[in-house]
């Protein structure tokens, strides 16, 4: 089976509310506005293949499909130039369109991407000197973050009724603060998402020094406050070793400010000995030691309507009318198990997340890890 672009079942093919020429049709959890000249054919019960968000396709293909004006730009593969090749959702009068659909069922799924030239859009580092990053492969007991994808892609993991967290998706950086054995001992360690971070920097990117020059903390280093340090020490206690995951957000991290002066972080996971904690537990240690967590939206039982009421709407990680981005909406939503929880058709945790459309079509939107 191909890991990106699957085939799947049509549930429904409605008429657009707000467009003669469109037709609305659900794929799976996904739905998609189609020109009715092309979808005419279309019915529930039939595979279809569907490329959807966040997958880029080779250009030379999206070309010849004739969707390349509905693309984004951006480097396929992380290389050369950037080309129209980054599938996004859009609102299409209104109504949300997630991806595209493709009538051919003359490809064996599993060579579905390679045929398409898909694969998973991953968004650019952001730029930092050599002189702040440690390293890029990660210590075994500071590992990098899950995985999230899209609740749409594996919907029947999510069983009815299911005890879970919703929470705000910020958009900001992934920061991780550890405490770890080294050798006989132990010590603090920070990060990104992908790298382990030194504490100083020299004081510019050549690595020259300037005469009597303090040197400079790095970037997500001066989160690691003494709220945060005691917090590791507690959980530790010289025994286990321990990672708070948090979104670092605020002005100059990401497009949306949030309405706070200054980049702060929320947490939203904490791993002890390689094992991720349940929520309450996490909002109990958080509370103890002050530290925010990220916005709960609801606790309640697994159900798709709930995931539709919740993926769009305003941001509630602080009061909207601060914020000076233009876009005030949320990111989207993580949905997790109250209690953690194993799946094998995921081969991790069972987590997943939801992104706002409208998050999406904002203007002038970055997305740096």
């Known amino acids: 089976m191909a890991e990106y672009i699957a085939y799947r079942r049509?549930?429904?093919?409605?008429?657009?509310p707000m467009?003669?020429?469109?037709?609305?049709?659900?794929?799976?959890?996904?739905?998609?506005?189609?020109?009715?000249?092309?979808?005419?054919?279309?019915?529930?019960?039939?595979?279809?293949?569907?490329?959807p968000p966040d997958i880029c396709i080779d250009p030379k293909v999206a070309e010849a499909l004739g969707v390349s004006n509905y693309l984004k730009k951006c480097k396929y593969r992380?290389?050369?130039?950037?080309?129209a090749c980054w599938v996004r959702s859009a609102r299409i009068r209104q109504v949300p369109s997630q991806g595209f659909i493709i009538d051919d069922t003359g490809i064996g799924d599993e060579y579905l991407d390679g045929v398409y030239g898909a694969c998973r859009y991953e968004p650019p580092l952001l730029s930092m000197s050599q002189n702040h990053i440690m390293e890029f492969e990660d210590h075994l007991e500071f590992p990098r973050y899950t995985k999230i994808t899209r609740i749409q892609y594996n919907p029947d993991v999510w069983p009815e009724g299911l005890p879970v967290r919703v929470t705000e998706k910020i958009h900001g950086m992934n920061a991780r603060f550890g405490l770890v054995r080294d050798g006989d001992d132990w010590r603090f360690m920070v990060g990104s998402h992908n790298c382990i971070l030194r504490e100083f920097a020299y004081t510019n990117s050549k690595g020259e020094h300037k005469m009597g020059a303090e040197p400079r903390k790095t970037p997500f280093w001066d989160l690691l406050d003494d709220k945060m340090m005691?917090?590791?020490?507690?959980?530790?206690?010289?025994?286990?070793?321990?990672?708070?995951?948090?979104?670092r957000f605020g002005p100059g991290v990401q497009d949306l400010d949030y309405g706070v002066p200054e980049p702060q972080i929320r947490v939203f996971d904490i791993m002890v000995d390689g094992k991720y904690l349940n929520w309450d537990l996490v909002e109990a240690h958080c509370?103890?030691?002050?530290?925010?967590?990220?916005?709960?939206?609801?606790?309640?039982?697994?159900?798709?309507?709930?995931?539709?009421?919740?993926?769009?709407?305003?941001?509630?990680?602080?009061?909207?009318?601060?914020?000076?981005?233009?876009?005030?909406?949320?990111?989207?939503?993580?949905?997790?198990?109250?209690?953690?929880?194993?799946?094998?058709?995921?081969?991790?945790?069972?987590?997943?997340?939801?992104?706002?459309?409208?998050?999406?079509?904002?203007?002038?939107?970055?997305?740096?890890?």
Not at 230 to 247: G, I, K, M, S
């Open 287 to 369: 509370a103890r030691f002050s530290l925010l967590t990220v916005p709960v939206l609801r606790k309640a039982r697994f159900n798709w309507c709930l995931i539709d009421t919740l993926t769009d709407g305003s941001s509630i990680v602080t009061n909207p009318g601060s914020m000076q981005a233009v876009f005030k909406g949320r990111e989207g939503i993580v949905i997790t198990p109250l209690e953690e929880r194993y799946c094998p058709e995921l081969g991790g945790r069972l987590i997943a997340k939801s992104i706002s459309v409208d998050y999406e079509q904002r203007r002038g939107g970055t997305e740096y890890h």
């Open 10 to 16: 049509i549930e429904g093919v409605y008429e657009h």
């Open 19 to 51: 467009a003669d020429k469109l037709l609305i049709v659900r794929v799976g959890k996904f739905t998609v506005v189609h020109p009715i000249d092309k979808a005419k054919d279309f019915h529930e019960g039939q595979m279809v293949v569907h490329v």
């Open 78 to 83: 992380n290389e050369g130039e950037k080309v």
């Open 230 to 247: 005691n917090l590791l020490n507690d959980l530790c206690d010289e025994q286990y070793p321990v990672v708070v995951y948090a979104e």
